[in-house]
Structures are given as C-alpha cells and as structure tokens.
C-alpha cells in the first residue's frame, strides 16, 4: 500500500486513460469536494484505493 496526496493539477497534466480524460476527472474530484492534498492510499499492484 502506498500513500499519495490528491492533485487536480496532476491529473490534469498526466492522467492517460481510455475511459476519461484529465480535465473530466479533475472535474469529479472538484464536484465530490475531494481537495488537493486529500491522502489516499492506493494498492501496490493495481493503484486502484484501498
């Protein structure tokens, strides 16, 4: 398990996915109230939150 801090601004910028682009999950983690800075751990393997 790895600790990181929530960043719109690098999600923005890098996030590379099929399913969304940076700019719409930006978005939702405005929209959710989830701020930059938020801790969030994320699973070794998949990076998805544990």
């Known amino acids: 398990m790895q600790l990181f801090a929530v960043d719109t601004a690098l999600v ?5 996915s099929p399913v969304l682009t940076g700019a719409e999950a930006a978005r939702l983690l ?17 990076m998805m939150p544990v």
């Open 30 to 46: 405005e929209l959710q109230g989830i701020s930059d800075g938020t801790p969030i751990y994320l699973d070794d393997e998949t």
């Open 12 to 16: 923005r910028r890098y996030l590379d």
